[in-house]
């Protein structure tokens, strides 16, 4: 049964427009949301969260937004940069619990 | 050395081997983990050490044997693995926040490289 789910796989967007990530979750007790991001042969970065009393967090050209009726979370890039090409996680945190769950990842390529 | 690193970066090992994953974090973080990611699945928490004192054991097998001497080091012992244990075993390390409780841990976890390993 897998709690955090990222359906699509890949995404591909033009330098400069927006991409947008998406993410479902299932567990209502998720309270904390977090966004890695992971290039090849490293280990994942982290890049931003939000807290589930929040429903938008910014920073910088990254913008998380929650949607916790739907259980959702997205993760917006803009503009997008050639350098943001990468493996994006969504994680969720429970606040009785001691354990990030992990999405399946989705990878973003921006083009010239 | 800065952040968490690990050693080996690649390791091919055959099924009767035994071998040792280490990592090292220098963020003064107060917990580590192990995490196992297979192809196309998502993270799989392993281990939680808190304090040096393993508080999550994520239904893993006795093969894989964790080790925490100090909250700046891990590792993972590794014995009479299985070809589906061919994995990226990626290690990472998290600043407990007490006022949080167990829930504390898993906020912003910095991770490592990982270990590509394969068994043969």
């Known amino acids: 049964d897998q709690q955090v789910k990222q359906n699509s796989p890949s995404l591909s967007v033009q330098e400069g427009r927006i991409s947008i990530l998406n993410c479902d979750y299932t567990?209502?007790?998720?309270?904390?949301f977090l966004w890695y991001k992971k290039y090849p042969a490293e280990g994942p970065t982290f890049l931003i969260s939000?807290?589930?009393?929040?429903d938008k967090n910014e920073d910088g050209r990254f913008t998380v937004f929650l949607n916790k009726s739907a259980k959702h979370l997205s993760l917006h890039i803009v503009p997008s940069q050639p350098g943001d090409s990468a493996v994006y996680f969504c994680a969720a945190e429970e606040t009785s619990g001691s354990r990030l769950t992990f999405g399946e990842g989705t990878q973003l390529t921006v083009n010239p | 050395e800065t952040g968490v690193t690990q050693t080996p970066r690649h390791l091919v090992m055959g099924m009767t081997n035994k071998k040792s994953l280490k990592c090292e974090q220098h963020l003064g973080h107060n917990a580590m983990y192990w995490y196992k990611q297979s192809a196309k699945k998502p993270l799989e928490l392993m281990f939680v050490?808190?304090?040096?004192?393993?508080?999550e054991n994520n239904s893993v097998p006795s093969r894989f044997s964790p080790e925490c001497p100090n909250s700046s080091h891990l590792f993972l012992h590794l014995h009479t693995l299985q070809p589906e244990d061919s994995a990226l075993y990626l290690c990472?390390?998290?600043?407990?926040?007490?006022?949080?409780?167990?829930?504390?841990?898993?906020?912003?976890?910095?991770f490592g490289p990982g270990t590509r390993l394969t068994v043969t």
């Open positions: 567990n209502s007790m998720f309270d904390y």
């Open positions: 050490y808190n304090f040096k004192e393993q508080t």
């Open positions: 939000i807290s589930s009393i929040k």
């Open positions: 990472a390390s998290s600043q407990w926040d007490r006022s949080r409780g167990l829930a504390g841990l898993g906020i912003e976890q910095y």
